[in-house]
């Protein structure tokens, strides 16, 4: 499931005419990046190349340090063109940068390399003219891309969709189209950006740069609907992927937006069941948006939630949000909450839960005693009124932490 970091797609010869055009009017170095400031086309070197430079010529794109300090410059709200600061550390001179922008869309970033930080009058409106021709010639070429994506977005929500009638419709036309192939084992991602963004049109650029490396691998191929704040990725594999290779791309995944987007955006993964075809995409999808709010409820799982991991955790996480509050925990256990010691209590209880009762085993894992861990299993039964050694009673307890695991602060009314 191996992916490199995705570059953006080469320009066309009609932009990379126009970037030569301006590089060589003004004997600079001239480069037109994504809105993810990934390499689109690029001029010859005239003697200001640094090493970014060159290494992006070499990698098809800066590394992560480099676009995030362009990014954080907030080139891409620019209503008009400026000049970047350099970074010694990353090896980057002062760029001026023109946000490339046509009918309110960002398509690109038209950059100049001015180590003197400093521009003539007849350069400024070059730039500018240039920049106008750049915009309408990526402007159409945007719209065709467009197109393609959403076909390829109406598809795959259709194959996860509830509607049975269209499922079967997707999956008829995605085999015409050649965008599906006969492999024996699918798998849905689902990547969820939080509400509280305001990033719009760049979050939906920031989730299709993230995944479109994964739509085509030497072990996978994809599919990827994008919206605002969720993208879907449909894979079909020969073979199930294994626990490590998932986390493996969700943790590039989530490098990837957090290198494109602001700490707002705050994303999380959820990785659905490993299932036999494609029919059972709808189920995968289904299982990942569980866990993508596994992961957003669970600090411990790192924002990556995968359903074969989670246990009886899937059957908790698909209560309604208005259900899942205190409520849920029984009384017992908010009593010995409340208790002296309760904190330390409750951890025991869970230890000696997880542990199936085993006293030998909680003990070792505890660092204490056996004597000590009676006495607390002791204080335990004293304190909820419960017999440890009936197995409803330890189900009853076990479920309550488990829920207790789940609730956010806000979710601390009783329903």
């Known amino acids: 499931m191996t992916a490199r970091l995705q570059r953006a797609r080469p320009g066309s010869p009609e932009l990379q005419a126009l970037v030569d055009e301006l590089a060589e009017r003004l004997g600079r170095s001239v480069a037109v990046d994504d809105p993810l400031v990934r390499m689109v086309c690029t001029s010859r070197h005239f003697g200001d190349e640094d090493p970014v430079r060159i290494g992006t010529l070499l990698q098809g794109r800066a590394d992560n340090a480099a676009i995030r300090h362009v990014l954080a410059?907030?080139?891409?709200?620019?209503?008009r063109a400026g000049f970047i600061d350099g970074r010694d550390d990353l090896g980057l001179l002062p760029r001026y940068v023109v946000p490339l922008r046509e009918r309110g869309h960002l398509l690109g970033l038209l950059v100049v390399v001015v180590p003197e930080k400093t521009l003539a009058e007849h350069e400024?409106?070059?730039?500018?003219?240039?920049?106008?021709?750049m915009a309408a010639q990526m402007y159409g070429e945007h719209?065709?891309?467009?197109?393609?994506?959403?076909?390829e977005r109406d598809l795959v929500l259709e194959l996860v969709g509830t509607d049975v009638a269209a499922r079967t419709s997707a999956r008829r036309r995605g085999r015409e189209l050649g965008l599906l192939g006969a492999a024996e084992h699918v798998l849905v991602t689902v990547v969820q950006l939080s509400c509280a963004t305001e990033l719009g049109r760049q979050s939906e650029v920031?989730?299709?740069g993230a995944l479109e490396g994964f739509r085509q691998t030497r072990s996978a191929r994809g599919l990827v609907a994008i919206g605002k704040e969720r993208a879907t990725l449909l894979q079909l594999r020969d073979r199930p992927p294994g626990p490590d290779e998932v986390a493996a791309q969700s943790a590039r995944i989530l490098d990837e937006l957090r290198t494109f987007l602001g700490p707002s955006a705050d994303p999380v993964i959820g990785v659905g069941g490993r299932h036999p075809g494609l029919d059972d995409a709808w189920t995968s999808y289904e299982q990942a948006l569980v866990a993508a709010r596994a992961a957003r409820r669970l600090p411990a799982l790192k924002s990556v939630g995968d359903w074969e991991l989670l246990g009886e955790l899937t059957v908790l996480l698909q209560l309604p949000e208005h259900v899942l509050n205190t409520s849920l925990v029984p009384?017992?256990?908010?009593?010995l909450t409340e208790a002296h010691g309760g904190d330390r209590l409750r951890d025991t209880l869970r230890c000696f839960l997880e542990h199936g009762g085993s006293i030998p085993r909680t003990a070792g894992t505890l660092g204490i005693h056996r004597t000590s861990l009676y006495y607390r299993l002791r204080q335990i039964r004293e304190i909820t009124g419960l017999d440890l050694d009936d197995g409803a009673n330890r189900l009853t307890l076990h479920l309550g932490l488990r829920v207790g695991e789940l609730l956010a602060p806000g979710d601390d009314a009783a329903a």
């Open 206 to 208: 920031a989730l299709w």
């Open 331 to 335: 009384k017992a256990l908010r009593t």
């Open 73 to 79: 410059q907030g080139v891409t709200r620019w209503s």
């Open 124 to 133: 400024t409106r070059a730039i500018a003219r240039a920049a106008d021709a």
């Open 143 to 151: 719209i065709a891309t467009d197109t393609r994506k959403a076909d």
